[in-house]
């Protein structure tokens, strides 16, 4: 039972233009929302994060929205870089348990 | 600044031998969590530690692994009898807790495990 979904396996966006990244969860008991991002042979890369009191999370160029509702959230990046490039996984906890990730979204930045 | 270290970084290995892989948490981070990636998914979690008490195992860990965190501080995860379906990359992470309030995980470079 896959608890975070990330339904697109890949995405290619043009240097200087906006990234969406896109996660959905199943499970109401998430309350708090991360994204990292993974090179190749390196661990995962703490990103940014959002508490399920907010709806929004901006950490300079890069911004979490959260639809509660729809059990939907998103990673933009504005604008893109060429080193933006890498996997970038959604991940999900209840408090302060263990960490649901969901199976990433390889992002390439076309220069 | 050290942040979460793991050895060896790779590891080979013959099919029925034990291995033990090691994690230096970040040293101020009382939580240590082991998470298993394969190729094309997530890193899925394995157990985790609160100092030096194991609080929770994943029904992935199956009685061939075992996790020690003495006095708190580094931690071993310890393969017995490798089998093939073991490759992947072993994670650890740290993270510093007080009550239910979230913190971040901060991940270590992994030990990409090799069974052949």
């Known amino acids: 039972d896959q608890q975070v979904k990330q339904n697109s396996p890949s995405l290619s966006v043009q240097e200087g233009r906006i990234s969406i990244l896109n996660c959905d969860y199943t499970?109401?008991?998430?309350?708090?929302f991360l994204w990292y991002k993974k090179y190749p042979a390196e661990g995962p890369t703490f990103l940014i994060s959002?508490?399920?009191?907010?709806d929004k999370n901006e950490d300079g160029r890069f911004t979490v929205f959260l639809n509660k509702s729809a059990k939907h959230l998103s990673l933009h990046i504005v604008p893109s870089q060429p080193g933006d490039s890498a996997v970038y996984f959604c991940?999900?906890?209840?408090?302060?348990?263990?960490?649901?990730f969901g199976t990433g979204t390889r992002l390439t930045i076309i220069p | 600044d050290t942040g979460v270290s793991q050895n060896p970084r790779h590891k080979i290995t013959k099919r029925g031998q034990n291995v033990t892989f090691r994690c230096d948490p970040i040293?101020?981070?009382?939580?240590l969590y082991w998470y298993r990636q394969t190729l094309g998914q997530g890193p899925e979690f394995l157990t985790y530690?609160?100092?030096?008490?194991?609080?929770?195992k994943s029904r992935l860990l199956s009685d061939r692994f075992s996790a020690e965190r003495p006095k708190g501080s580094f931690s071993t995860l310890e393969i017995q009898r490798t089998e093939q379906g073991d490759s992947a990359m072993y994670l650890c992470?740290?993270?510093?807790?007080?009550?239910?309030?979230?913190?971040?995980?901060?991940f270590g470079p992994g030990t990409r495990l090799t069974v052949t």
């Open positions: 992470a740290s993270s510093l807790e007080h009550g239910r309030a979230p913190y971040e995980q901060y």
């Open positions: 499970n109401s008991m998430f309350d708090y």
């Open positions: 959002i508490s399920s009191i907010k």
């Open positions: 991940a999900a906890r209840p408090g302060n348990e263990k960490l649901t």
């Open positions: 040293s101020e981070h009382n939580r």
């Open positions: 530690f609160q100092n030096e008490a194991q609080l929770e």
